[in-house]
């Protein structure tokens, strides 16, 4: 099969020809219809997230169930199924409290000594987030897959398997933003655009868009924010008070940087919550103003991929889409050959466009 591979930080990724082990018990061998493209795939590039090379990343995917090991019970073949990092061994405390997104899916990955997924030769390639998506083929554990409607368009469904999952649940399960509730949404790219989505499908009243990006406020507004605000701003902060009467009740930071969280902190009412939803790059720290943490009784949430329980949330997005509250076709910036994905990351450094999705026909 075709993948892109990660050989090392800091360069292209490279289209190689390689090989899928037999499925084993309890694993699935999925054909990939689409992959979104994500940013936390460049910070692995850039050696933000410790990805050991050489290893095919990718982590939204859509495709079609081929083959089922021994022990499968939750897809057949000839199923549509999204794939989602998120993948859950079903046992552990974080599974049996009803947090299987904070799982990590240990488990489902094959012992060090039995032969690995994907390989190119002798040489081992290491999977990805329990998937490798930025390939023709996957072999996974079936508990990171989740059945879909066969009415869904799989290049859009693509993207409810990280981005959409991790900005509309932040907003319904992280923050539970509810009706009348003020939100500011720091980031507008496919995450950010999500959340936007969530806390109008919420209810909220106001909802601020902001981003450095004018095409971006711009999309963020034909999908649900109230008003926008230029994050190169100077009083960025200032604008979304008097707006919101004196700071917004929850603000989402969608991207992962020290200076965003710093205004989505500062977007916030006394009392109000600041949602950390983008993925800081390891090593990186953010000073939180603790006097203004305590005086004002402000609150910090870390919203691991939108509090996910997949299984459930992801088929009722699906129905959300489908029957119209869901926007996904407006987040889609171009569908690519997998050829052309590092063209992808050169263009989301500048900020261009929202969801490039990769399509193998």
């Known amino acids: 099969m075709k993948a892109a591979v990660l050989r090392a930080y800091n360069t292209p990724l490279e289209i190689e020809d390689l090989v899928l082990d037999s499925i084993g018990t309890n694993e699935v061998l999925v054909e990939t219809k689409a992959c979104g493209i994500c940013h936390s795939d460049l910070h692995c590039i850039e050696g933000g997230l410790p990805v050991p090379p050489p290893t095919v990343l990718g982590h939204e995917p859509a495709g079609i169930v081929q083959e089922v090991g021994a022990g499968v019970t939750h897809v057949k073949p000839g199923d549509h199924v999204i794939g989602c990092l998120s993948a859950f061994c079903g046992n552990c405390d974080y599974c049996t409290r009803g947090e299987p997104n904070l799982c990590g899916g240990a488990s489902t990955t094959r012992p060090p000594d039995a032969t690995p997924r994907i390989r190119k030769g002798d040489e081992t390639i290491h999977q990805f987030a329990h998937l490798s998506a930025f390939a023709e083929q996957m072999v996974v554990h079936e508990n990171a897959l989740v059945k879909i409607r066969e009415d869904m368009p799989l290049d859009r469904a693509a993207l409810i ?20 509730d003020t939100c500011v949404v720091i980031a507008c790219g496919g995450v950010g655009l999500s959340a936007i989505q969530g806390c109008r499908i919420a209810g909220a009243s106001k909802i601020i868009a902001v981003d450095t990006v004018a095409s971006k406020r711009e999309l963020a507004m034909k999908l649900g924010a109230t008003h926008a605000v230029d994050g190169l701003a100077d009083d960025a902060a200032q604008q979304i008070a008097e707006l919101t009467g004196g700071g917004a009740d929850y603000a989402f930071e969608c991207i992962g940087t020290p200076g965003t969280c710093t205004l989505a902190f500062a977007s916030i009412r006394k009392g109000g919550n600041c949602v950390i939803v983008g993925v800081v790059p390891l090593g990186v720290d953010w000073p939180i103003p603790a006097l203004d943490l305590v005086l004002s009784g402000k609150n910090i949430l870390g919203s691991m991929m939108g509090g ?4 459930i949330d992801m088929p009722r997005y699906v129905d959300f889409y489908l029957d119209g509250r869901l926007m996904l076709d407006e987040m889609i910036s171009a569908r690519i050959p997998l050829e052309e994905v590092n063209d992808a990351f050169e263009a989301m450094k500048t900020g261009e466009g929202a969801r490039r999705v990769i399509t193998f026909d």
């Open 308 to 311: 996910n329980r997949f299984r």
């Open 161 to 180: 398997g990280c981005g959409v999952t991790t900005g509309l649940g932040a907003a319904l399960n992280t923050a539970k933003v509810r009706p009348g």
